[in-house]
């Protein structure tokens, strides 16, 4: 993929959008018993991934219902800038977003558990937890106060440790730098000296560009080639501890919501389970070939953070989870069921998912 043309068609798209939307009904717009849903999203229009899960999930509502309910897609910018969507949403601006919770950390540090916190679950353990270990209903309340109910409706799997302009041996190598990386994982390097950076996807390649950044973590292979990092660094870190399985969302507004039949409400509810499923299985189908294509036609290195820098990382982030765990009310209730919950995964996952990725790791002879 080209990034540049790949961006002037967002642009476009989005100059056009912007002046289109302007002109649009109310949401929702209703007519002749149909309701017609705008999503706003914090990716670029048809994004690798994240901007095509978004188009899928509008998809999927729309065919669904049979057409009753049409889901139009907005991509970053073109109604509002990326960050903006949560606000664009609960001010009724918009009737859905799409993004990740730790964009709006600033509101509560308790919806970065929504999406990833470092060294913290994986994205089957988040699943587990949202569905069956009572972190819906503590997304419901938390969300309920911004006038949005939250759905789990991708998840991009493990992400990579991040883009260097020179490789990282020791915890000394970080402290300094300009980085990007949103979230509590943002926390933990500004616990290390790390000066971070907060960017929309966007925005990230002509920063890293001109040096207003020194580094930078995105997504994963497949996301990471189609923005081009590689054009400007070639030193790929491994693995990306600050998100371990990063869930990504879609927010309806809540009087939205509260207007559906309780039929058209499970719809909804089916097809967001549907894309938080298609969208994990895309990006694991994806990553393995983006990675070879970085590594065999772009000369990238992979480099691993030793377990030096991993631990020192982990105890960095161990006290910034002890910092959100002090606070009280909603964040408190949230910490301490995911913090619960991630101590009982642990505990099982050694003897199911790590134990047989060890074993698998033993170097006999499989295929022939």
Known sequence: MDRRAFLRGSTATAVAGSAA???????????????????????????????TSAERLAKRITDMTDGRISVKVFGSGEIVPALEAFDAVSSETADMYHGAEYYWQGKSKAFSFFAAVPYGLTAQEMNAWIHHGGGQELWDELAADFGIKPFAACNTGVQMGGWFKSPVTKLEDMKGLKFRMPGLGGEVL????????????????PALQSGNIDGTEWVGPWNDLAFGFYKITKHYHWPGIHEPGTTLSMGMNRKVWDKLSPSDQQIIKNACDAENMAGLA??????????????????????????????????????????????GGIVKRVYDSFVNFRRNQIAWMKYSQQGYMNARSLPFTYAK
Do not use: C
């Open 21 to 51: 939307a302007a002109g649009t009904m109310p949401a929702p717009a209703i007519a002749q018993n149909k309701m017609q849903l705008k999503m706003v999203t914090t990716w670029p229009k048809n994004f690798p991934g994240l901007g």
């Open 282 to 327: 895309e990006f694991n189908a994806r990553n393995g070939g983006a990675l070879d294509e970085l590594r065999n036609e772009h000369g990238v290195e992979l480099h691993k953070f030793s377990d030096t820098v991993l631990q020192q990382l982990g105890e960095a982030s161990a006290d910034v989870m002890s910092d959100v765990g002090k606070e």
């Open 190 to 205: 500004r616990q290390i000296g790390v000066s971070v950076v907060g960017l929309a996807g966007e925005d990230i390649f």
